[in-house]
């Protein structure tokens, strides 16, 4: 009776599966039995969004962190990272060129960095809004207390993403230093929504020490939380941080995670990430055939790009750059989708 393909037709019908389920469907799956989900995902995702690929321009703002997070490239103790920051100028240039290029939301993200202040990124989001009022911008810089979350959604940001890495406490210490609070993490993440922002989480697919008990927390977190995005992608180890010996998440896990998490929440926006994209060429494609709905292509300056590498070998020319937006145009028709000019806002 439990079978994998039963578990799924009941997340189909009631969104929600208990840790054993969903810990069963992990362990259990098998090529045919993901390729099932896989198409109950797509068929939910056309019945919300049709053939729609939304796409944000995203703009690497620093790569200046005081964490220390031991999977991250731009962790602070890796004295090999060249370090930079982007001024308002540059910001600004950046979504100039994203708009005139068709995008309507701009993701800026960076590194924990004490310059980047509350106040500082509600100048920078005032400018954006003020220049074009018809576009989203998203925020994707870490922690800060509450009242900055409600300046910055003051000042017009619309979304915040905020991945919670694992939704286990224990696992949480292993992949951050002390410093750094699982507790914290979900407080943001809750004050966020409760704010407004349109909030998203997420974590990596097979990061150290994750199992499938990390994982089915993962997916309770998810269903019960409701976040309006959810960023998934590989773990990829970078050469120099401590986990530079582990091996890297699979294309296909993850792609079995994100149509459990399009079947679990239809409306959700969900990327193929450009870390699905850099374990495997075709990574972007798989990940929109399971239930992806979301790309997330380059806009920061060539300048900044080499050096914002949080794994190794992270793609930033190709189909992952703006500019070459016609390229992934090309690749998602080819595959039946339209990558559309819009804002791509939550539904609510
Ligand atoms: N591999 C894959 N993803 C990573 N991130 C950070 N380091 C890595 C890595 N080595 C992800 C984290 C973070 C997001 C910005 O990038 O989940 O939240």
């Known amino acids: 009776m439990n079978d994998v393909r039963s578990l799924l037709d009941a997340l189909v019908e009631r969104h929600s599966l208990t840790l054993e389920e969903y810990k069963f469907l992990i362990e259990n799956r ?13 068929k939910i995702r056309k019945a919300v969004f049709g053939n729609s690929v939304y796409i944000r321009g995203l703009i690497e703002i620093g790569n200046i962190c005081k964490n220390d ?10 004295t090999a990272c060249d370090r930079y920051r982007l001024s308002d100028d540059d910001i600004l240039k950046c979504c100039d060129e994203g708009y005139a290029i068709g995008f309507r939301t701009f993701v800026m993200q960076g590194g924990e960095d004490a310059y980047f202040s509350a106040d500082k990124i509600c100048d920078i989001v005032s400018r954006i809004k ?13 922690e800060y207390l509450r009242e900055d979350y409600v300046s910055m959604f003051n000042a017009g940001a619309d979304r915040y993403l ?8 224990d696992h949480y210490g292993k992949l951050h230093p002390e410093k750094m609070l699982f507790d914290n993490r979900i407080r943001c993440l809750y004050d966020l929504k409760d704010i407004g922002f349109q909030t998203g989480c997420g974590f990596m697919v097979g990061s150290p020490y994750q199992t499938t008990d990390t994982l089915s927390e993962d997916l309770k977190f998810i269903e019960e939380f409701k976040p ?7 773990f990829i180890p970078h050469k120099d941080t401590p986990f530079r010996d582990y091996p890297a998440g699979s294309a296909e896990l993850t792609c079995f995670l994100l149509s459990i998490i399009r079947i679990m929440h239809p409306r959700i926006l969900l990327p193929a990430t450009t870390a699905l994209g850099t374990i495997d060429p075709v990574g972007r494609e798989k990940g929109i055939k399971s239930g992806a709905n979301v790309v997330m292509p380059n806009l920061s300056p060539i300048s900044a790009r080499n050096k914002y590498q ?10 992952e750059s703006a500019q070459n937006l016609m390229d992934l145009k090309e690749r998602l028709k080819n595959i039946g989708y339209e990558i559309v000019v819009s804002r791509g806002d939550a539904l609510k």
């Open 69 to 78: 997070c031991y999977y991250c490239g731009i962790r602070r103790s890796n």
């Open 162 to 169: 905020l991945r919670h890495e694992t939704a286990n406490n």
């Open 30 to 42: 098998d090529e045919q039995s993901a390729e099932y989900a896989a198409n109950k995902a797509v």
């Open 130 to 142: 003020s220049k074009y009022p018809d576009c989203a911008v998203t925020l994707s810089l870490g």
């Open 228 to 234: 309006a995005m959810c960023g998934i992608g590989p």
């Open 310 to 319: 949080l794994y190794d070998n992270k793609l930033s020319t190709g189909a």
